[in-house]
């Protein structure tokens, strides 16, 4: 019970305490109490996480009113999703964020912006079959923001390559794919005046978005 409590070493000052007769009751009862400790630790960390998720989740579904571009913030848009898809990835995905110190913002669609970032994160996640790295980098260039996602999965065949933004278009078993997402992503970003590159090698394929600065 001491080892449990944490105590290995020093246990000079403890050995009064397991000589009394009542001793082993003492301990039993400091290890129940360091026990509801740690479960109550839990309880708060898990009711944060919930706490953000549903923030996240809201942010993700508020909707644009009346189709008007409205000021957008790249960083805020990707972390949201990161959030929702915060359980999945910390099973086995390292994620790695080179994000800007500040970035401006940009005019957009947030709910749709907020579909493209979870189709590349939820394609990449898909490529490495839950285990591996996922790269966000964001840059500011002039005119533009960039946004490149990069995961380390197995990458999209030569002969594939040019198909994976025809709608309907996908590898995977049904219920795993429905082939609409790159399309989407493609037609949103779009809207957006902006543009969507790719560049696959086994072990490295980057997705690249970049978002005009003006308009
Ligand atoms: N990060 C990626 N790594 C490897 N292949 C990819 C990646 N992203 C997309 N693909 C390929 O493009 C296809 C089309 O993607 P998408 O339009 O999102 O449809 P779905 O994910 O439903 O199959 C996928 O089935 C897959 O073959
Ligand atoms: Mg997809």
Not at 81 to 104: A, D, M
Request: hydrophobic content about 35%.
């Amino acid at each position: 019970t001491l080892v449990e409590l944490g105590v290995c070493e020093d246990i000079e000052p403890f050995l009064p305490l397991l000589r009394d007769p009542e001793g082993h009751e003492i301990l039993e009862t400091a290890y129940q109490l360091t026990s509801i400790i740690k479960s109550t630790q839990t309880i708060s960390t898990a009711t944060d996480r919930a706490a953000k998720i549903v923030f996240a989740l809201k942010s993700y579904s508020r909707q644009t009113p009346s189709g008007q571009k409205v000021e957008t913030n790249v960083i805020e848009s990707l972390e949201t999703v990161l959030t929702i898809y915060h359980n999945q990835l910390k099973q086995g995905v390292e994620v790695i964020k080179n994000y800007p110190e500040t970035l401006p913002n940009i005019w957009g669609y947030p709910d749709e912006l907020n579909q493209v970032w979870t189709n590349l994160i939820h394609n990449a996640i898909q490529a490495m079959d839950n285990k591996g790295t996922l790269t966000i980098d964001i840059t500011q260039s002039k005119n533009d923001i960039c946004v490149s996602i990069t995961d380390s999965g197995a990458g999209i065949p030569l002969e594939v390559q040019s198909k994976i933004f025809q709608p309907l278009f996908t590898t995977k078993p049904p219920g795993e794919g429905s082939g609409l997402g790159l399309d989407i992503v493609r037609k949103i970003i779009e809207k957006h005046q902006g543009k969507i590159d790719f560049d696959s090698v086994p072990g490295k394929t980057t997705f690249t978005v970049s978002l005009p600065l003006s308009t």
